[in-house]
């Protein structure tokens, strides 16, 4: 079984403190559960990253809070797997709210506002 050897390797790694390892295999088991639509695996993978994000520092935390990031936006909110989306969506922090400058004083602010709420500046309907 492809997804049990990954996630294994995984949790051994883990489990023996190898968080580079534990995390390269991450996401491998991560890639197997979004190919076979297997939520499980993407959890599992999801708290093995958030272990070594919890136990390390640097680059290895950054990674590891990447790879927590990515499984959690795999899953929708009732805890499926969603397919349709690019890499760059998920691996997204805020996956909906986009931001936009506005014309008039330059500050960011919601795509979808229509009132820019640190000058006044009035967007035409969008
Ligand atoms: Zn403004």
């Not at 492809?2 to 996630?7: G, I, N, V």
């Not at 590891?64 to 936006?73: G, P, S, T």
Request: charged share 30%; aromatic share 4%.
């Amino acid at each position: 079984m492809e997804r049990a050897t990954d996630l294994q390797r995984a949790q051994e790694a883990l489990a023996a403190g190898q968080h580079k390892s534990a995390l390269r295999e991450g996401w491998r088991a991560v890639g197997v559960g979004l190919r076979q639509r297997d939520s499980a695996t993407i959890n599992a993978t999801l708290e093995i990253a958030l272990m070594v994000a919890a136990a390390s520092e640097g680059k290895v935390h950054g990674d590891a809070e990447m790879l927590a990031i990515y499984c959690r936006n795999c899953l929708d909110s009732t805890g499926r797997v969603i397919e349709s989306q690019s890499i760059l969506d998920r691996l997204s922090f805020r996956r909906k709210s986009s931001r936009r400058q506005c014309p008039d004083c330059a500050e960011e602010i919601a795509a979808e506002a229509r009132l820019c709420r640190f000058c006044g500046y009035r967007f035409d309907s969008v």
